[in-house]
C-alpha cells in the first residue's frame, strides 16, 4: 500500500498500451453484421440489396452474434466495429448493441445514418458507444448525394439522423468518398463538418476505390475501375499542401517503406484484430475473404482462430512469380496498397500484382523523387541511399 | 452529488459502469452517460486501487475494509484509511460505486 494518490488512471486511446508486452489475444473486434444495404452507393465493394433474402436468411442469428461478442469479451476484447453493409438494417441491432456495452465492450459504429431513429439516438444518449459514430456523407444536397446512393429520399433520411444525433448530443464524425457526383462539393463538406462539435480534425475522405470483396459482379467492378481516380489525380491530392505532405513522406519513408521479401503478411492482420463477417466466418481483415484464409467460427472459437488458424496463414509465403520476381523486391512497399486482401479483390489470389497500386506507388515515388523516370522500385538496389537523399535533396529545394 | 464518506459506510459497484479484469488489469467501462469526465474514458485502477475496490463488496463497512486491508499490508503511518476514503471519494464522484446502507441504521 506504497503507492499514493490517484488511485485511478484514464486509459488512453491505445488502450493496448496497458499491457504492453503481454497484451490481451483480442484487443478489437470487427464484425460485419449484414452484407445488405439499405443504399445502392456506386462504389462500394460489399452492399447487397436490403430485400436479399437469401443474404439476411444466412446472416447470424442475434444468439450467435452475441456468442460471438461474449467470447470476443473473455478473450479482451474491448472495442467492437459494427459495419455492414448498413448495420441498423438488422432488426436485433438495439439488442445487440446493448448486449455488447453491457458486457463492457465500447462500440464503434460506421452507418449511413439514414435509419436513425428518435428512439436509437435516445439508446445512444442514455447507453454512448464510448467510440464518435462514424458516418459518410456522399454529398451536401439531394442531387449530389442520391447520385452516389441511388437510392430515392435517402439523403432526407441521411440528414434527418444526423439532426436526431446533434439533438441528442451523441457524438459523431463524419467521413466522405470522393467520387464524381461530389467532387466539387469538397471544400462545403470540410467547413460544414468543423461545425460538427466532435470534428477535432478534418474529416476522412476515401480516394481508394476497392473491388466487390465477394467478386460477385464483374459489371459493379468495371464501373469501380472507371470511378478510380488516376495516380496523378490521386498524387495531386495527397501532396496538396506540398512542404507538409514532404515533411511527412520522408518520416514515414525513413520508418516504412522496403522490400517485404516473400512473406505475405507484413502487416498486423489476424494478430490482436480481427473480421467476422455477416455469417461467421472469421477474416484476418475486413478485406480478406479468401476461402484459405477464412475460419467459420460456426465451428470453431475466436480463441482457436487466434491461437492457431490466424498464425498460420500468417506464415504464408508468396508464390506468384510475377509478385517475387516484382512486389517481393520492392522498396516502395509501405507506399503501395498491394496486400493480400486486394490480390483478393483484384485477382481472386492473394499475391497476384495489382497494376493500378502498382502505377500510383510508383507515381508518388517518382513525385517524392525516391525513383527517376523510367526506374522500377525493384530495380533499385540503394534504396536506402535514395530515402537518406530524398529529404537532404528536398531541404536544399527548400533553402534554394 | 454528496460524496461524504463515512467509515461505517458501505458501498457496491455502481450498476451504472461494466468492471471487467483483463490480463490482470481491473478496467472500469462506463455503461450510461456521465460517469467520469468524458463522454469516452475507461479506467484502470493501480495496485492500491484494485486492492480496495476488491473489498467493496456491498457487505463491509468502509471501517471493516480498512481492517482487512490493515491485515494484509503494513501500514505504520494509518496511511490505509486515508487511501480508503480517498479512492472511494474519487468512485463516488465519477459514480462508479453506490453506498447502501449504513451499519448503525
Known sequence: ??????????LESDKASLWKDNPPLLTALDLELTERCNNNCIHCYINLPADDSNSAARELSTEQAKNILADAALLGCLSVRFTGGEPLLREDFEKLYVFARRIGL????????????????TLFAEIPPLEPLEITVYGMNQGSYESISRTAGSYECHRRGIELLLENKVTFVVKTALLPPNRKEMAEFRSWASTIPWMDTPP????????????????????????????????????????????????????????????????????NRISVDAYGYCQPCTLLRHPE??????????????????????????????????????????????????????????????????????????????????????????WRERIRNCGAQDVLELIL | MDTKVSLDSIYAPSEDVVVRLIEGELIIVPLVSGIGDLEDELFTLNETGKAIWDQLDGKKTLREVVKVLSAEYVDPAGEIETDVIGLVEELQRRRMIVGLVKSDE
Not at chain 1, 1 to 10: A, D, E
Not at chain 1, 107 to 120: D, G, H, K, M, R
Open chain 1, 106 to 121: 465500447r462500440v464503434l459504429l460506421f452507418t449511413n445514418a439514414t435509419l436513425i431513429t428518435p428512439e436509437l439516438a
Open chain 1, 204 to 271: 476522412s475522405c476515401t480516394i481508394f476505390y476497392d473491388l466487390r470483396c465477394r467478386r460477385d459482379s464483374k459489371e459493379k467492378n468495371r464501373f469501380i475501375k472507371q470511378l478510380r481516380l488516376t495516380p496523378v489525380q490521386i498524387q495531386a491530392i495527397l501532396s496538396r499542401n506540398k512542404v507538409e505532405y514532404q515533411k511527412e513522406m520522408e518520416e514515414f519513408c525513413s520508418k516504412f517503406i522496403g522490400p517485404p521479401g516473400e512473406s505475405l503478411f507484413p502487416c498486423g492482420a489476424g494478430i
Open chain 1, 293 to 382: 484464409t477464412v475460419y467459420d467460427l460456426k465451428t470453431g472459437s475466436l480463441r482457436d482462430g487466434l491461437t492457431n488458424f490466424f498464425p498460420e496463414v500468417r506464415e504464408r509465403k508468396a508464390s506468384d512469380p510475377d509478385y517475387l520476381k516484382r512486389c517481393a523486391r520492392c522498396f516502395l512497399k509501405g507506399l503501395c496498397e498491394q496486400c493480400p486482401g486486394k490480390s483478393w479483390l483484384e485477382h481472386g489470389t492473394l499475391d497476384t500484382p495489382v497494376e493500378y497500386f502498382c502505377e500510383i506507388a510508383h507515381f508518388s515515388a517518382r513525385d517524392l523523387g525516391l525513383l527517376g523516370e523510367g526506374e522500377m522500385g525493384w530495380e533499385v538496389a540503394d
Open chain 1, 1 to 10: 500500500m506504497k503507492q499514493p494518490s490517484p488511485y485511478s488512471v484514464r
